[in-house]
């Protein structure tokens, strides 16, 4: 028989590991929609000659600053490996009256960098051209020169020409954050639910192996009901001897029906007269 306990285990561990696969399914169906919901439009300005930017680092491990794109189609007429369009674009990044643009600012006019937001933005002609106040290093080895700026300060970038500003820090923070959330749920999740899915067949197995509590034999002593007792019998001189017979339940014995214990030699018939018989033939 079964070991009810043991399976009753079993069977939550099973339900318990099912609900926790359910949950990372429904992670991973809703992780493209999640991600969608994410606009890199909401973190950049219109086009302005002239914005203000805050430098913020609340973690202390640097931030990933800001960039200046510009609307341009993208050419390299001289063929330096280098926009055109880039290479004319002009900006200042103020501190107030001071000129700050040399240690807060990096240009990078190769197609790689003006291209690097074409995903986000894939039905524009946006062209990063500058970063401005990058202080992460993306190397994670200290060879990336990075710009010098001051937490909590305002800096104002102007420029004859239109530009935009997209907040790449905070872009990036809220990518990184739902990404963490879907990983969290994913494995936390899936890992449950594996382990919890191979302990309750585990479990299942041994129960149904494993018997239960169970009651142990009675014996009951005395006369069985319905039969007759036990007759014992008393062998010969010279004879082995014999062990009584139980009769079975219900069935009277014969009192002559013995059971040998061991083979025993035939012996001759002995007279059942009488014993003072005897004496009178002396």
Not at 138 to 162: H, M, N, R
Not at 245 to 252: A, D, R, T, Y
Request: charged fraction near 20%.
């Amino acid at each position: 028989m079964a070991n009810k306990p043991v399976l009753i285990a079993a069977a939550v561990v099973l339900l318990l590991s099912i609900g926790s696969l359910a949950v990372a399914g429904a992670a991973l169906g809703s992780v493209e929609e999640d991600f969608e919901n994410i606009s890199a439009n909401d973190y950049l300005t219109d086009k302005s000659t002239s914005h203000q930017i805050k430098y913020v680092d609340d973690d202390g491990a640097g931030s990933a600053g800001f960039w200046i794109l510009i609307e341009a189609e993208a050419t390299d007429e001289n063929d330096d490996g280098l926009v055109d369009e880039c290479v004319d674009f002009e900006f200042t990044v103020m501190d107030g009256s001071e000129d700050v643009t040399e240690e807060t600012s990096e240009v990078d006019c190769t197609r790689i960098s003006t291209e690097q937001f074409d995903e986000e933005f894939p039905e524009k002609d946006y062209m990063a051209v500058a970063k401005i106040c990058d202080t992460y290093d993306d190397s994670a080895e200290g060879f990336e020169d990075l710009e010098s700026c001051s937490i909590g300060t305002v800096y104002t970038v102007q420029s004859t020409s239109s530009m935009m500003v997209f907040d790449t820090d905070a872009y990036y923070i809220e990518v990184l954050g739902e990404l963490g959330d879907f990983l969290g749920e994913l494995l936390g999740g899936s890992c449950f639910g594996i382990i919890g899915i191979c302990c309750g067949v585990i479990l299942l197995i041994v129960g149904l192996i494993m018997g239960g509590n169970q009651q142990p034999p009675v014996m009951m002593g005395g006369m069985p009901t319905g039969g007759m007792p036990g007759v014992a019998y008393q062998a010969p001189t010279g004879q082995m001897p014999q062990q009584m017979i139980q009769p079975p339940i219900g069935q009277p014995m014969n009192q002559q029906q013995v059971a040998p214990v061991a083979p025993v030699a035939e012996q001759p018939a002995t007279s059942e007269q009488p014993t003072q018989q005897v004496w009178d033939n002396l």
